[in-house]
């Protein structure tokens, strides 16, 4: 009997082992074809990636956070879908630089008194660990919006910033909205009120009390080494003229500071190698070896649009990819390491004014960034994480052909347009905002895909709104493994100190470091086949396989 017993055991394992092969069996019999299926093809090679994978348990010398505000899930399917388009194929398959990251969770947004989120409590959160009200930056749940007397030195939160500098990191934030808008404000402003960005902005009893953003990231945050973005307006003086814009712009602060002047007085004082510029030539002149502390400030408010830029044959302002790439080259002198934060701030702006086009654009140009990030720093000791802050209510609806232009109306794969009450409708629009097509409009013969075309609304709002649902991190390098499942927003904070040794979780620092696991592995494997595995990976990467 015993005997028998081990037979029909090992003949049941046996059919549970050959029985996927049996079903390839069949299905080569049925269909020669099917086999060479590229859709079967395709999961048959992410399935032996991931049946392979090893979790990267090396320390994050160096963390780079990319932050695309608004950047909801369909906004990231869209994009997708666009950047396909745009490179001549039809665009569901395309996928973007962190589509091919290894760690995917979804992030729940809300903050500790909205169900739908704004970019300051959320900034908060996933930088300094804490939930915090709608409006507010680097402050807890008792910090009231707009309430100066709320603010007291207990109810402060420091963020990941703060937490890798005490450590020896060099730090850097590069934005394409202003530079003390919410997402970079909460890695280093305190403060009950968003909208404070400069001393002539701070309103009622908070005047004199509260000190503004661009101040507070001057006098207490001069040692960030690289700051790159909008917002020269919130440094300069009321009788300061734009240095690129000349008297019809003029800078908003009524205290008669120049901040770019303090900044420089300041940093000077750390390092001799430090830069102020305003423009694209002042910029690409920055030799990134040499300067230890640059800030530069490309507009009066936020940057432009990445549609626009690309379409002026001399931009006066870098790309988000080229920020990225200075900063990073700038901030990897240290031996100790780096954190670096970078915002496609303008995804959201567009998003705001329905202009679809320009949001997907500008997703468009963070995944850019995001591959010149990867490209330019190694798997096995830098964190790269890609996330949103909060959604939008933005959709894409209908059943439209595969291919179809995403920024057109609903057709199937012969052309012909999908019709309600008689009229034709497009594949993305908005649950509200400010749009001329609002409800269901004739939009035949209009250019869908003409650069200032709004989507079509169901409610109409002077300001689109922001969407409450769950939004993707993704996470690629040492213990990426971390990010997975359903998480609160303020857990990122955590899971990249804890990668990266700062802040609280230290305590599994010092003896595993990213040398000591590459020394581990050249033992188990040999150094010829640690190398092997390396250069594979990254092949895999570029060639578009993913991780």
């Not at 549609?307 to 006066?316: S, V």
Request: glycine share 10%.
């Amino acid at each position: 009997m015993r005997r028998i017993g081990n037979v029909v055991t090992w003949l049941s394992i046996a059919i549970i082992t050959l029985a996927p092969y049996q079903c390839l069996s069949a299905s080569i019999r049925g269909d020669p074809e099917s086999w060479k299926s590229k859709w079967f093809e395709d999961a048959q090679n992410t399935l032996k990636l991931r049946v392979s994978a090893v979790d990267n348990k090396n320390v994050a010398k160096n963390v780079i956070l990319f932050l695309g505000d608004g950047m909801g899930i369909s906004t990231v399917t869209a994009g997708r879908i666009y950047l396909g388009q745009r490179s001549g194929s039809t665009g569901e398959e395309t996928l973007l630089s962190f589509d091919k990251f290894p760690h995917v969770a979804l992030v729940k947004t809300y903050n500790v008194d909205r169900q739908v989120p704004d970019s300051a409590g959320t900034g908060t959160a996933y930088l300094c660990g804490v939930k915090a009200n709608l409006g507010t930056l680097g402050v807890d749940q008792n910090v009231r919006r707009k309430i100066c007397g709320d603010m007291t030195e207990g109810r402060k939160v420091q963020s990941i910033i703060r937490w890798s500098i005490a450590e020896g990191k060099r730090t850097g934030i590069v934005t394409t909205s202003s530079i003390t808008d919410a997402t970079p404000g909460a890695g280093y402003a305190h403060t009950p009120e968003r909208k404070w960005q400069a001393d002539s902005q701070v309103s009622g009893e908070a005047k004199g009390r509260c000190q503004d953003i661009a101040k507070q990231l001057v006098v207490n945050n001069s040692d960030i080494n690289v700051l790159l973005g909008g917002g020269r307006q919130n440094f300069l003086p009321t009788d300061v003229n734009d240095p690129e814009y000349g008297s019809g712009f003029m800078g908003i602060r009524t205290d008669g500071v120049d901040l770019t002047q303090l900044w420089l007085e300041k940093t000077r004082k750390l390092s001799p190698s430090s830069a102020y510029v305003w423009n694209k030539m002042q910029f690409d002149q920055i030799n990134a070896d040499s300067t230890d502390y640059l800030l530069g400030l490309f507009e009066p408010n936020t940057m432009k649009y990445s549609l626009a830029r690309n379409k002026d044959p001399n931009p006066d302002e870098p790309s988000l990819a080229e920020m990225t790439e200075k900063a990073i080259r700038i901030l990897r002198r240290e031996p100790k390491g780096y954190f670096l934060l970078i915002e496609a701030g303008r995804i959201d702006h567009a998003h705001h004014a329905t202009l679809a086009k320009n949001a997907l654009e500008d997703l468009v140009a963070l995944n850019e960034a995001v591959d010149r990030a990867v490209r330019l720093t190694d798997r096995n000791d830098t964190l790269i994480v890609v996330t949103a802050d909060h959604s939008h209510v933005f959709t894409i609806s209908g059943y439209p052909a595969r291919g179809n232009p995403i920024l057109g109306l609903v057709a199937d794969s012969e052309g012909k347009l999908d019709e309600y009450n008689g009229l034709p409708y497009a594949t993305l629009s908005y649950a509200n905002g400010p749009s001329k097509n609002v409800g269901q409009t004739n939009l035949r013969g209009v250019d869908l895909e003409a650069d200032d075309f709004t989507q079509p609304v169901a409610i109409p709002m002077p300001s689109e709104t922001h969407g409450g649902e769950d939004v993707g991190v993704y996470a690629l390098g040492p213990m990426s493994h971390l990010f997975g499942g359903v998480v609160e927003q303020q857990y990122i904070a955590h899971a990249m100190a804890y990668a990266s040794c700062v802040g609280v979780n230290k305590q599994h620092c010092s003896s595993r470091t990213g040398a000591a696991v590459a020394m581990s592995a050249a033992r188990v494997w040999g150094p010829e086949r640690t190398a092997l595995l390396a250069a594979i990976a990254m092949k895999t990467y570029l060639r578009g396989g993913g991780f």
